[in-house]
């Protein structure tokens, strides 16, 4: 039996939260070999080695990591952070399968933002939706469009350019951009 096999076996069923407090213990016997392993490969990812299996054997849910991900666009300091947090909610949409994709943007997870945020968001969960020929989530059509237009460059000559070429699903939301989900510019 591998050490994944045990690990697997012992955390059947066992959900974790960064809220939830950790009062119980876990003690599994592994080999030297093994331990020095885990030991390796938990330093090559920056965690100790708890974290490590835990990460592992409990991986994060597609929704909680869409929520994680909405929870840094909501508290982005400034422009460069907001564009990284938009970048990775990208990644994230456009790595989602057909069966994680109701799980993980299925519900609201925009409360906590901005108007402009929030209908970045929707724009992009619309768009990846589109893209995957997947249902688009009814929480999207609740995030009213910007009542003035966001265009993604402030140079004048750039808006008629991006009037035409932005994205309809953009476009309607008020948002003018130059790419879409699963695009890099």
């Not at 400034?78 to 109701?102: G, I, M, V, Y």
């Not at 619309?126 to 009814?138: F, M, N, V």
């Not at 999207?140 to 009542?147: E, I, W």
Request: proline share 5%; aromatic share 6%.
């Amino acid at each position: 039996m591998s050490i994944r096999d045990v690990l697997t076996a012992a955390c059947r069923g066992l959900r974790l939260s960064g809220a939830v407090a950790k009062t119980s213990q876990l003690q599994i016997r592994i080999s030297t070999a093994d331990k020095r392993a885990l030991r390796a490969a938990a330093q090559q990812a920056g965690l100790d080695l708890s974290s490590y299996v835990l990460a592992r054997a409990l991986p994060t849910s597609p929704r909680s990591q869409f929520e994680a991900l909405v929870e840094q666009l909501a508290h982005a300091r400034d422009e460069s952070e907001r564009r990284l947090s938009l970048a990775e909610l990208n990644d994230f949409l456009s790595s989602l399968t057909a069966a994680e994709w109701e799980p993980a943007v299925g519900a609201s997870a925009g409360s906590i933002l901005t108007p402009f945020a929030a209908n970045y968001l929707a724009a992009m969960v619309e768009s990846a939706a589109h893209q995957k020929s997947l249902p688009t989530p009814e929480w999207t059509t609740q995030v009213p469009a910007l009542a003035r237009p966001w265009f993604a460059s402030q140079l004048r000559s750039l808006r008629l350019y991006l009037l035409l070429e932005s994205p309809p699903i953009f476009r309607r939301r008020n948002l003018f951009i130059d790419a879409s989900i699963g695009a890099r510019v």
